[in-house]
């Protein structure tokens, strides 16, 4: 049995990457379409705020703010959808993400949440793509795109016109709350600060390495069949939370090393018949599922 997830609202990353490490997520407008379309119409069934994305070939970032504890079923809405309508776009049948599931990355504190954006809006650079990051012509929501709602068309292709899905949906990718009080415009140059420090320090990096960048020409080119060449460590540790304060990581493992073990035991009691057993409080599948228990937050 895999580890349950602990689901408790607030601020967390996604990470999803495709089968064989395939270069599905090709930089293509009907691909964008689709995924910013998937990604609206889930964050309205789910009441999930969009904080920032990119695609990177083979894999995805995404960070959200779940407010109403509800991640897993909107991962299943979003993966369920774009791996559809991506197999209907490119007419592949096998599965299209990778058998692994999706890694969810919880920071802990504001400054943790910043870390989280200057992650995932540097990958293009950090990978060598684009000197700069607004070049990647993947899916990349930048500082202009905090705070402004995009109208999305249904894609023209998988949804069936006149079906139960939106002719067209929105989608804003807003600001976190625990920035709220810096507003859009001040939130947006904080962002802009921080990709303008990180093209400066990738520049830097590759002129030391003698390195050059791919371009946005050879990514364009990329096919939904190649494959990722960059090397794949295995065995590494897959990190739930994401905390630069040792004292504020170490208090959030041994929450979440709690939860687990009093996940365990009662799993364990429900396995030998005691309907009447309580789930902690993060514990989403039997609660929903098996109509068990579940503690209240203490």
Same mark, same amino acid.
């Given at each position: 049995m ?7 609202p ?5 990470t999803?990457?495709?089968f064989?490490?395939r ?9 964008? +379409? ?17 904080l920032c ?8 970032h ?14 299943e ?9 991506? +197999?209907t776009l ?8 990778s058998g692994d599931?999706?890694?969810d ?8 949440i ?8 540097? +990958?293009?650079?950090a990978?060598?793509l684009v000197?700069?990051a607004?070049?990647?012509p ?11 709602t995009?109208c ?13 899905t ?7 990718f ?6 709220e ?5 001040g939130?947006?140059?904080r962002?802009a ?7 400066k ?5 590759r002129k ?6 791919l ?7 990329q096919?939904w069949?190649?494959?990722?060449t960059s090397d794949e460590q ?11 304060d040792?004292?504020v ?5 041994r ?6 073990a009093?996940?365990k ?15 902690p ?15 209240g937050?203490?």
């Amino acid at each position: 049995m895999t580890a349950p997830r602990f689901i408790v609202p607030g601020v967390v990353e996604v990470t999803a990457r495709t089968f064989e490490r395939r270069l599905a997520f090709m930089p293509r407008t009907r691909v964008k +379409n689709l995924i910013l379309y998937v990604l609206g119409r889930g964050a309205e069934l789910f009441d999930m705020r969009l904080l920032c994305f990119v695609t990177m070939g083979s894999h995805y970032h995404l960070l959200v703010e779940d407010s109403e504890a509800c991640l897993p079923a909107f991962m299943e809405y979003v993966n369920g959808q774009i791996a559809r309508a991506m +197999n209907t776009l490119i007419g592949r049948r096998d599965k299209f993400f990778s058998g692994d599931g999706y890694l969810d990355l919880r920071p802990q504190t504001p400054s943790d949440i910043i870390e989280r954006y200057r992650y995932i809006l540097a +990958n293009p650079l950090a990978a060598d793509l684009v000197r700069y990051a607004a070049d990647y012509p993947g899916l990349w929501t930048g500082p202009k795109q905090i705070g402004r709602t995009m109208c999305v068309p249904r894609p023209d292709f998988f949804y069936r016109e006149g079906g139960s899905t939106p002719a067209q949906v929105e989608v804003t990718f807003e600001v976190p709350s625990a920035f709220e009080s810096d507003g859009v415009e001040g939130f947006r140059n904080r962002i802009a600060d921080i990709v303008r420090q990180e093209e400066k320090r990738n520049t830097a990096r590759r002129k030391r390495a003698g390195r050059s960048v791919l371009g946005r020409r050879r990514l364009e080119m990329q096919r939904w069949d190649d494959v990722a060449t960059s090397d794949e460590q295995w065995f590494r540790l897959k990190p739930r939370v994401a905390a630069r304060d040792p004292k504020v990581r170490c208090e959030a493992i041994r929450r979440l090393n709690a939860f687990w073990a009093e996940y365990k035991v009662a799993w364990s009691a429900y396995r030998e018949g005691d309907l009447e057993v309580e789930f902690p409080p993060g514990a989403w599948w039997w609660p929903r599922y098996a109509h068990c228990a579940c503690r209240g937050p203490s």
